[in-house]
């Protein structure tokens, strides 16, 4: 996958997606970096996705990139519905706890 997004150009954002879902759990970096690539692609479409978005702030999370995760956990707040909202809140409170920020979390 990853060598069909960048035989692209870069230009498939759901062969980053893809590529992002594949290395979430165990590249940290990777995925990260393929979350990016996709935002920049499209940023409109990526931005109006709450998975998308919480997924990315995960692995911003797990690779230690926290100022980035929180601005992406921000943003999938702001568009959450249903259950949604309790995952959002449920992996801020994680990244707070993990920051020492206990009374926020």
Do not use: H, I, P, S
């Given at each position: 996958i990853r060598a069909a997004a960048e035989a692209s150009g870069g230009q498939s954002f759901d062969l980053w997606i893809a590529l992002a879902s594949m290395l979430e759990t165990r590249a940290f970096d990777q995925a990260a970096a393929a979350y990016e690539?996709?935002?920049l692609f499209d940023p409109a479409r990526f931005d109006k996705s709450v998975e998308y978005l919480n997924n990315a702030a995960v692995v911003f999370y797990a690779s230690g990139k926290l100022s980035k995760a929180h601005e992406l956990f921000k943003l999938a707040s702001e568009i959450?519905?249903?259950?949604a909202v309790a995952i959002i809140k449920f992996n801020t409170a994680r990244l707070l706890e993990e920051e020492g920020r206990l009374e926020e979390a």
């Open positions: 690539k996709a935002r959450a519905q249903g259950e």
